[in-house]
């Protein structure tokens, strides 16, 4: 239920396997459905979401798809009827439901369909809302007003010529709009899918609580609220405190600040942070010259976990009180200027790292973010690098306040070899093996393969992180409970190990399959089976979620992950034992001969015949069924025949599936397979688009 953004064919098959069958159910349940519709809200959670997940559908996702990416993407003809999108959204989240689809971390049926409901009434206006369409879809729109079949390719490259001539009338206001939100990167198209984080472990919020409670600068920030109260500190005209309210306060808060000689409060660095930060945390504000406590602030501030959550999100408000030129002699450096992203990117990367990340890595990715976004070409070697000293001092002042507040922690040590580059040849790097995905761009191995200077660079950072002991940066669990928190704030996925005890066993195998280490499955199935209290009673419902999966190829995956996750022998005695039973038996055999438990002359012909049908089955399935299973199936010939034959003869218990197996076959196989296709594909695609044109 989820597929990375270049697994282009992979999506594709599943999104019409998933259509097809989504269109067969709504039919038998009586419930509206668009085809077209269908896939093109799958193509939406695919394409312009950062997480992906074809099951997991939020009240945001909802509006998006009703009000941007249908109003975007889908080209009606004059007059032509909306079609009931909202309608075969609702039937789309029941048939995810129905069949276990649904991503157990997401919204309950019920708020998901309340979501539709109260966002349906706003669909018309958003389709007809001109501003919103996407440009292709302006100009296709704008033709088939003036009389262009834009289904005819060469009708509309005659239009395309006369609009470049100036020779078509059309609405300049509204195309001036469109441009501004494509120029400015304001549509869907231009979300990029995020990285998959792997799962983390976090303690109890009341044992969090506890550690934030005991870190000073929360006493700090606290303290000074209480000392400004509700009746408020006079503040200078420049709007800074009095000079004896800063030497008091220092004292107060323990600042550290040095105070004699000192003439203006703006020369106190420390207490000026804690200042700006409280007022950015908004536990503190300036009305009518004077410095008040925000009275809503009361319970947060009684609350040490959300107190330190406001504290730690405030942090990405402190540009210029962290690393903002403070004279006119002095200017920004580079980090000033990308404070806020690169932030982000250096709290995310470290998030869920199994290891501790060496400063020079950490560094370094960051001037790869600088080298994108400034024009570094043409300057001399020593003025870039005293741009990058620069920055690297401003982030390692960041980072020390990500220290104080108890976000980070900063050791010294060796650096773990997964940091090391890998040998640079002249075929290009190869990565480790047990190395993490998530590091891999970290790596920049593949830049330095080509680039001299990439290679230079990558030769000194290999040295320096072996010459000794380098600093370790890494997210203690109150940064990563808060980064967590804003991952899943901008529609990231981030498992945590323990959200899924509740989830139904069909959600649980589910995500365990897509988005799970082995590590973290195996810890995960632990404690679900736990807070079921009876062992066999929790393996009976994995095992039925098994069995009445309707897909075959996400049965074999639900059943791969809850054999790889259980205690070693104990996957295999289940393994074993579910090759009697008459359900399950296909995938127990699949399983047995994959993990060289099983093999072919140990098996009897009847087994022989079910590991025949299923793989003909997921092939099928992995085909996209259809039209993609006839042309795999005619690719075959008569090999398929034969084994089509023989699958049917089985004793599979999926006879629904064999039925349509069955079908398949006669179409792509008969005497007239091949015309007999193709006219199916021409109706399906038609019955499927109409008029409708995505662009």
């Not at 919204?107 to 966002?119: G, R, W």
């Not at 580059?421 to 191995?445: F, H, K, Q």
């Not at 009876?534 to 791969?560: K, N």
């Amino acid at each position: 239920m989820r597929f990375e953004p270049e697994a282009e064919e992979e999506f594709e098959a599943a999104c019409g396997l998933l259509v097809d069958r989504l269109v067969r159910w709504a039919g038998e349940q009586a419930l509206p459905v668009d085809g077209f519709t269908a896939e093109t809200a799958l193509d939406y959670r695919h394409r312009a979401t950062a997480d992906g997940r074809l099951g997991l559908w939020e009240s945001r996702h909802v509006e998006e798809l009703l009000l941007a990416w249908l109003p975007e993407q889908v080209t009606e003809g004059p007059g032509e009827e909306h079609a009931d999108a909202p309608g075969t959204l609702l039937t789309l989240l029941r048939y995810l439901h129905a069949t276990q689809l649904a991503d157990p971390r997401g919204p309950a049926l019920e708020d998901s369909l309340a979501a539709v409901d109260a966002t349906a009434g706003q669909y018309p206006a958003a389709m007809a809302d001109r501003t919103r369409w996407g440009m292709a879809k302006f100009w296709a729109m704008t033709a088939a007003e003036q009389g262009v079949d834009v289904l005819d390719g060469a009708a509309l490259q005659r239009f395309a010529e006369r609009a470049q001539r100036g020779e078509v009338v059309y609405d300049q206001q509204v195309l001036d709009v469109i441009m501004e939100r494509r120029l400015t990167g304001n549509t869907l198209r231009s979300v990029e899918r995020a990285e998959p984080q792997l799962p983390v472990m976090l303690p109890p919020d009341g044992e969090l609580r506890r550690r934030a409670e005991a870190l000073a600068i929360l006493a700090q920030l606290r303290g000074l609220a209480e000392w400004v109260g509700r009746d408020g500190r006079a503040l200078t005209a420049a709007g800074r405190l009095r000079m004896a309210d800063a030497r008091e306060l220092v004292d107060v808060l323990d600042t550290g600040d040095k105070v004699d000689g000192v003439r203006s409060s703006a020369d106190l660095p420390r207490l000026g942070l804690l200042l700006e930060w409280a007022k950015k945390a908004r536990l503190v504000r300036v009305a009518k010259g004077r410095l008040y406590a925000v009275a809503k602030a009361g319970p947060m501030l009684a609350d040490p976990l959300q107190l330190w959550l406001r504290a730690f999100d405030a942090c990405f408000e402190l540009r210029q009180a962290l690393i903002g030129a403070r004279s006119g002699w002095r200017v920004e450096s580079m980090l000033f200027d990308v404070y806020e992203d690169v932030l982000e990117d250096v709290l995310n990367t470290l998030y869920s790292l199994p290891y501790p990340m060496p400063w020079p890595r950490l560094r370094d990715s960051v001037h790869l973010a600088y080298r994108a976004r400034f024009q570094l070409d043409g300057g001399s070697d020593l003025r870039h690098g005293m741009w990058f000293e620069h920055a690297d001092r401003d982030l390692s002042t960041v980072l020390g306040l990500l220290d104080d507040l108890g976000a980070i922690e900063r050791d010294r040590g060796m650096a773990d070899p997964v940091f090391l580059d890998a040998d640079l040849s002249d075929t290009g790097p190869e990565l480790p093996t047990d190395m993490p995905p998530e590091l891999a761009e970290l790596l920049g191995v593949a830049e330095a393969a080509t680039d001299p200077a990439a290679r230079e660079r990558a030769d000194a950072r290999r040295e320096e992180l072996t010459a000794g002991p380098v600093e370790l940066i890494r997210l203690t669990e109150l940064g990563t409970r808060a980064v967590r928190q804003r991952l899943l704030a901008a529609g990231r996925d981030a498992p945590l190990v323990g959200e899924l005890a509740q989830a139904p066993a069909a959600g649980l195998l589910g995500v365990l399959a897509d988005d799970y280490d082995p590590d973290a499955a195996r810890t995960e199935l632990a404690g679900w089976i736990t807070a079921r209290g009876e062992r066999e009673g929790a393996l009976r419902q994995l095992t039925d979620a098994v069995r009445t999966m309707t897909f075959r190829t996400r049965a074999q995956a639900m059943l791969d992950v809850l054999l790889a996750a259980l205690p070693d022998g104990e996957g295999e005695g289940l393994l074993r034992t579910l090759r009697r039973d008459a359900q399950l038996a296909p995938l127990a055999l699949n399983e047995l001969a994959h993990r060289e438990l099983l093999f072919p002359e140990d098996m009897t012909d009847t087994e022989h015949l079910l590991v025949l049908a299923e793989s003909l089955l997921q092939l099928v399935e992995l085909a996209g069924g259809g039209d993609g299973a006839e042309e795999m199936l005619r690719a075959q010939g008569p090999q398929a025949r034969d084994a089509v034959a023989a699958a049917l003869d089985s004793a599979h218990p999926d006879r629904a599936g064999l039925d349509e197996l069955r079908q398949l076959a006669a179409r792509a196989l008969g005497a007239h397979g091949a015309r007999v296709g193709r006219a199916r594909k021409a109706r399906r695609s038609s019955g499927r688009s109409g008029r409708k044109r995505r662009r």
